[in-house]
Nanobody, 121 residues
Framework: VQLQASGGGLVQAGGSLRLSCTASGSIFSINGMGWYRQAPGKQRELVASITGGSKTNYVDSVKGRFTISRDNAKNTVYLQMNSLQPEDTAVYYC????????????????WGQGTLVTVSS
């Protein structure tokens, strides 16, 4: 299973970006999906997550500004980021819990390669 993330870039404070992450390969089903970020010198943190039933969760610092969604037909998770601030600058990673076949009940954890988001003041 591979996760391919895209959509990062350079944006001014107050701007918007939309991240996408598509899973491909041996996929029977995908449970939870999420976006994490890691800023220079800081630990990786969970930004937003979405369950298979589309229940969402956000870190407090992005509530009201970021929206996570998923397209199950495309095995894709999105992160719409509005009102971006310099403190949102980080490498953003997508994550997915994947059942790789009907014979394997325990989902496995996969990560994308990361996409850099830089917000200038």
């Amino acid at each position: 299973v591979q996760l391919q993330a895209s959509g990062g870039g350079l944006v001014q404070a107050g701007g918007s970006l939309r991240l996408s992450c598509t899973a491909s390969g041996s996929i029977f089903s995908i449970n939870g999906m999420g976006w994490y970020r890691q800023a220079p010198g800081k630990q990786r943190e969970l930004v937003a997550s979405i369950t298979g039933g589309s229940k969402t969760n956000y870190v407090d610092s992005v509530k009201g500004r970021f929206t996570i969604s998923r397209d199950n037909a495309k095995n894709t998770v999105y992160l719409q980021m509005n009102s971006l601030q310099p403190e949102d600058t980080a490498v953003y990673y997508c994550n997915a819990d994947v059942r790789v076949s009907s014979a394997v009940y325990r989902p496995q954890d996969f990560w994308g390669q990361g996409t850099l988001v830089t917000v200038s003041s």
